[in-house]
């Protein structure tokens, strides 16, 4: 019987494998693995950009609809009475001391 995690085997395949304890963690990741990325970025950008694009001009539509219907209208309170008036203007008299 075999141990667990050895490969089966079939005649005429060759299997290889390297334990995990000699493997490096970031080989290659940032000599290869980061200047790549701006590349593959610019390659993907017209399938993920107007989806973006399109979701952001929704987006702001929307909330500008959103807050022009909250808005009040100020043809309706034009008849309005102020609530809180100023109050009148003192007057003063003089008085004659004799």
Known sequence: MKQFGNLAYIRGILYF??????????????????????????????YWLP????AGMVYHCVEEAYRKSKRKNPKDYIDEVDPNPPPPPVIETKEKCS
């Open 17 to 46: 494998r390297l334990s995990p304890y000699e493997q490096k963690a970031f080989a290659g990741a940032f000599k290869k693995g980061l200047p790549n990325l701006v590349p593959r970025t610019f390659m993907t950008l017209p």
């Open 51 to 54: 989806p973006f694009l399109i």
